[in-house]
């Protein structure tokens, strides 16, 4: 497990285990786009918008209180880090920030070839006999299928006056339910990863 995915299990808030698409672990790096002709250089304010946080799909967990406020404060000091204000009134902000966890059901199937050695037996000449024989080019056929939920975490910047998204950063991951600690400064550096490149400069 790398040290990304156990920063963006505390970013999603679900206090699980996070295991990468694939058989090993590689880095996932957020999906960002913009609206390209919006003027993001006079943002100064940032609010939650109402509906944030919300979690839906196949396998849609249930975050408490406590999780939720745990990724809008995270969400909230990386903001602060790059020198934006954080007002409580939706009214005041120039733009709000909303983030939503979509889940899907997937399934996974993988086929191995492993070597089979050792003894068999086989027909042996015209004589209705069999005889030991040793199989070393033979190959064996391993299929493996897994269940898991895929996470789709979307941050959105809303602009309140055009009431449409002029921002967004997309992160998928695998997720499966054990839980884990969280550790010091993991939320905030999770944080830091899927608002990267907010605002464009």
């Known amino acids: ?49 109402k509906h944030s946080g919300e979690v839906t799909g196949d396998d849609p967990m249930t975050l408490s209180d406590f999780q939720k406020d745990r990724i809008d404060k995270a969400l909230a000091q990386e903001l602060q880090n790059r020198g934006l204000t954080m007002v409580a009134d939706p009214a005041d902000a120039d733009l709000l920030i909303s983030w939503h966890l979509g889940t899907q059901h997937k399934t ?5 070839q492993t070597p089979s050695y050792g003894a068999g037996y086989g027909y042996y000449g015209g004589y209705n006999r069999y005889s030991m024989y040793s199989c070393w080019s033979c190959t064996n056929t391993d299929v493996r299928v897994s269940n898991y939920t ?6 959105d910047m809303i602009d309140p006056t055009l009431k449409k998204s002029v921002w967004r950063s997309v992160t998928q991951s695998k997720l499966k339910g054990k839980r884990d600690e969280d550790e010091p400064g993991e939320i905030n550096e999770a944080a830091a990863l899927v608002l990267d490149g907010f605002p464009p400069r």
């Not at 996974?108 to 191995?112: A, E, K, L, N, W």
């Open 1 to 49: 497990m790398t040290s990304f995915t156990k920063r963006l299990t505390a970013t999603l808030g679900l206090l699980c285990t996070t295991l990468l698409l694939g058989a090993c672990a590689s880095t996932l790096t957020p999906v960002v786009d913009y609206k390209q002709d919006y003027d993001f250089s006079g943002i100064s304010k940032i609010g939650f918008y």
């Open 108 to 112: 996974d199937v993988r086929t191995y």
């Open 150 to 155: 895929e996470g789709t975490f979307i941050i």
